[in-house]
Each structure stands twice: as structure tokens, then as C-alpha cells.
Nanobody, 117 residues
Framework: QVQLVESGGGLVQGGGSLRLSCGAS????????MGWYRQFPGKQRELVAD???????NYADSVKGRFTISRDNAKNTVYLQMNSLKPEDTAVYYC???????????WGQGTQVTVSS
């Protein structure tokens, strides 16, 4: 079983920055996608950004130009650098790793990001 541990959430003023990290308990040798999702109260989780094992990144329109996703395969870790944060970015952020060979998804426990106005 794979465990994902997230860190880096917290409270920040609008315009500020946070960096989220998500480490996996084991290395993935097969093709996979690492991603960050967020969930607003009463809403379904939505994709924020994801990145393939080859390094190709994809972003939600609402975060393009402000957020940057990256990964360190040697450390089994995915990062989300969030700049120019807005109050509407306030949500619980979850990381996910999708193993494309085994067709399995693994989720982190979530970390709260709160942006004050």
C-alpha cells in the first residue's frame, strides 16, 4: 500500500505564496501522473495541476500563471508552488498519484490552504 503525506498548507494573506509538498512512501517505476486537486466546501474535488512522469504539466485555467507544479522522482515527491494567492484559492488541497500501469489512484489526506483578504 502506498501512503502519501502532504505538508505546506496554512494561512496566508492575499497576494502571498505557499509551497505544498507531497511525498510517497515508495518510488513509482512505472508510468504515472502526480497531481494536486482541491475541494471547496460542498463541492467535488477539482484538478489544480498535474504532471506526468515525463514532466509534462497541465493546469486549471484558474491557476495558470500563478501556480507551478514540479516533481522530484528520486524523492518520490510532488510540489505545488502557489504564488499570487487569492481568497478564492481557499480550499483543502489533496495530492494524487495515478499509477497508469496498475490503474490505481492514491490520495493524500489533504491540507488546508486559507487565503485571507
Amino acid at each position: 500500500q502506498v501512503q502519501l503525506v502532504e505538508s505546506g498548507g496554512g494561512l496566508v494573506q492575499g497576494g502571498g505564496s505557499l509551497r505544498l509538498s507531497c511525498g510517497a512512501s515508495r518510488r513509482f517505476f512505472s508510468s504515472n501522473v502526480m497531481g494536486w486537486y482541491r475541494q471547496f466546501p460542498g463541492k467535488q474535488r477539482e484538478l489544480v495541476a498535474d504532471i506526468s512522469s515525463g514532466g509534462s504539466a497541465n493546469y486549471a485555467d484558474s491557476v495558470k500563471g500563478r501556480f507551478t507544479i514540479s516533481r522530484d522522482n528520486a524523492k518520490n515527491t510532488v510540489y505545488l508552488q502557489m504564488n499570487s494567492l487569492k481568497p478564492e484559492d481557499t480550499a483543502v488541497y489533496y495530492c494524487k498519484i495515478s499509477d497508469l500501469v496498475l490503474h490505481r489512484d492514491y490520495w493524500g489526506q489533504g491540507t488546508q490552504v486559507t487565503v485571507s483578504s
